[in-house]
Structures are given as structure tokens and as C-alpha cells.
């Protein structure tokens, strides 16, 4: 099987002692391919590392995470333009706003996350977004952008059966990872509601990781396990999940 991971934090310190072995046991596993969503300015050196080091394989992308967005903002949104100027990248994020953690900020996410989806626009890159309690205003906010400017995925969609409706009519794909193996997940449902032909598997490495690794630091090799969760929930074979959620993620970051 060949599978692709569309979103792992691999350049982070907790793969500091072992990244190459990690990269290894994936490639190995059949996750061939990485992509990397960047967080903020602190992130860009040591994620162009590991694509330095493992090329073909980690893939770079460039945005500012929302928990990032602070009082300095504009720099940071201006440094994420210099940098999609100068280097390519393969999608624009991960973006979006998150309600979870602090909400001092919300204007200002909302204004970032609109920045990124003009970014997206015009470099003709899927838009990487992160919804953490903020999904009715992101998708709010994408129809306000207008229908059918951009496309991107849903990174470890959070939403209902009716939400992951409205994110698939809008032409967007939802991540799927390690928590569609969680005990009470409502995450399967959704996955049925999209589709196969509307779903990337992500790893969210380190974070994530599916059971049985459970609250242990997550890889891409363990995407295999997301794939037979999916197999099981979608009643397609292993491969079909593989080759189907491949070839969509080949064509939304043009691979």
C-alpha cells in the first residue's frame, strides 16, 4: 500500500532523538510521503531541515498557526508571505482558529485566517485548516470568502454528520487520523458521511496517535491503523482505503 500522511509535525523535538528511524519505520509501512504544516516563524528551520534531510519525503507547508496568532501577528503574517515568495511549499497551513485554548485573540485569528485563504487563492494551494471550536465560523467564513476560491482539508475534522455535509458541498476534503479509533469517536460517522472520495489521512504527529498507542507519541507508521478502522467503517478493503485516500491527496497538494 502506498499512503500518504497529510499532516505530521516531524521536525518537532520530540523526534529529535530518533527522526530517521521514524521516517524509516513509515516509509517501511508504506507512508511515503509527509506533509509538514508549519506553525510559526520558530518552525520554519527546523521543518526545511527535514526536508533537506529527507527529500521526497517531507514536504513543507507555510501558514501561521492560530494558537501562534499574538499581539505581533502582522509580522508573522508577513514573514509567512516573504517566505511562500521565495520556496516552495505545498499547501497553505495549518491555518484556521482555534476557540479551545484561548479566545483573547479571535479577531485577530479571523483576520489571519482570511489572509491565508487569499494566500491560497493565489498561489493555487489547498487552504490547511484547524477547527477547534470554531467550526461554524470557519465554514461562516469560507462562504463569506466565496464558493469554490479555494480548497484545502479539514485537519482532524471535529464536526457532526451534518457539518462534514456542508464542509464536502463546499468542495473541502476532512483529515482523518488516530481518532476514528477512539472509543465513542463520532468521528466514523462523519467519515461515512463524506465518503471516500472526500477524506486524507493525517497523523497530527507527535499528537494523536491511534489506539493502541493511545497517549503515547504518535508517527506515520501507525496510519495503518487508521486505514483498517476505515476499511471496517466504509466496508472497503484495506487497499481501497489506501489507493482511494492517496489519490485524493495527490490531486489536492499536486503530487
Given at each position: 500500500?502506498?499512503?500518504?500522511?497529510?499532516?505530521c509535525?516531524i521536525y518537532?523535538p520530540e523526534?529529535?532523538n530518533?527522526r530517521?528511524?521514524?521516517?524509516?519505520?513509515?516509509?517501511?509501512?508504506?507512508?511515503?510521503t509527509?506533509l509538514?504544516?508549519?506553525?510559526d516563524?520558530s518552525?520554519?528551520?527546523?521543518?526545511?531541515?527535514a526536508e533537506?534531510?529527507y527529500p521526497?519525503i517531507?514536504m513543507?507547508?507555510?501558514?501561521?498557526?492560530p494558537?501562534?496568532?499574538?499581539?505581533?501577528f502582522?509580522?508573522?503574517?508577513?514573514g509567512?508571505?516573504?517566505?511562500?515568495a521565495?520556496?516552495?511549499?505545498?499547501?497553505?497551513?495549518?491555518t484556521g482558529?482555534?476557540l479551545?485554548w484561548?479566545?483573547?485573540?479571535?479577531s485577530?485569528?479571523i483576520?489571519?485566517?482570511?489572509r491565508?485563504?487569499?494566500?491560497a487563492?493565489?498561489?493555487?494551494?489547498?487552504v490547511i485548516i484547524?477547527a477547534r471550536?470554531?467550526?461554524?465560523t470557519?465554514?461562516?467564513?469560507?462562504k463569506?470568502?466565496?464558493?469554490?476560491?479555494?480548497?484545502?482539508v479539514?485537519?482532524a475534522?471535529p464536526g457532526s454528520?451534518?457539518e462534514a455535509?456542508?464542509?464536502v458541498?463546499?468542495?473541502?476534503?476532512?483529515g482523518i487520523?488516530?481518532?476514528?479509533t477512539f472509543?465513542?469517536?463520532?468521528?466514523g460517522?462523519a467519515?461515512i458521511?463524506?465518503?471516500i472520495?472526500?477524506i486524507?489521512?493525517?497523523?497530527?504527529a507527535?499528537?494523536?496517535?491511534p489506539?493502541?498507542?493511545?497517549?503515547?507519541?504518535n508517527e506515520?507508521s501507525?496510519?495503518t491503523l487508521?486505514?483498517?478502522?476505515?476499511s471496517?467503517l466504509l466496508?472497503?478493503t484495506p487497499a481501497e482505503?489506501a489507493?482511494r485516500?492517496?489519490?485524493?491527496a495527490?490531486r489536492l497538494f499536486k503530487?
Amino acid at each position: 500500500m502506498q499512503i500518504i500522511d497529510t499532516h505530521c509535525h516531524i521536525y518537532l523535538p520530540e523526534f529529535d532523538n530518533d527522526r530517521g528511524e521514524v521516517v524509516e519505520r513509515s516509509v517501511r509501512d508504506g507512508v511515503r510521503t509527509i506533509l509538514m504544516p508549519n506553525i510559526d516563524s520558530s518552525s520554519v528551520a527546523p521543518m526545511l531541515a527535514a526536508e533537506k534531510n529527507y527529500p521526497g519525503i517531507c514536504m513543507p507547508m507555510m501558514a501561521l498557526h492560530p494558537t501562534s496568532v499574538k499581539g505581533n501577528f502582522r509580522l508573522e503574517l508577513e514573514g509567512v508571505e516573504t517566505r511562500l515568495a521565495e520556496h516552495k511549499y505545498y499547501g497553505i497551513g495549518e491555518t484556521g482558529i482555534d476557540l479551545y485554548w484561548d479566545k483573547t485573540f479571535i479577531s485577530e485569528q479571523i483576520i489571519s485566517f482570511r489572509r491565508h485563504l487569499e494566500l491560497a487563492e493565489d498561489y493555487n494551494l489547498p487552504v490547511i485548516i484547524h477547527a477547534r471550536e470554531s467550526l461554524e465560523t470557519i465554514i461562516k467564513e469560507i462562504k463569506s470568502f466565496g464558493p469554490g476560491r479555494v480548497e484545502g482539508v479539514f485537519h482532524a475534522f471535529p464536526g457532526s454528520v451534518n457539518e462534514a455535509r456542508q464542509v464536502v458541498e463546499m468542495g473541502f476534503l476532512i483529515g482523518i487520523g488516530g481518532v476514528i479509533t477512539f472509543r465513542n469517536s463520532r468521528l466514523g460517522d462523519a467519515a461515512i458521511e463524506a465518503g471516500i472520495n472526500s477524506i486524507v489521512l493525517e497523523t497530527d504527529a507527535p499528537y494523536l496517535a491511534p489506539v493502541p498507542h493511545r497517549g503515547k507519541r504518535n508517527e506515520s507508521s501507525f496510519l495503518t491503523l487508521v486505514v483498517n478502522k476505515l476499511s471496517e467503517l466504509l466496508a472497503i478493503t484495506p487497499a481501497e482505503v489506501a489507493d482511494r485516500t492517496t489519490a485524493n491527496a495527490k490531486r489536492l497538494f499536486k503530487i
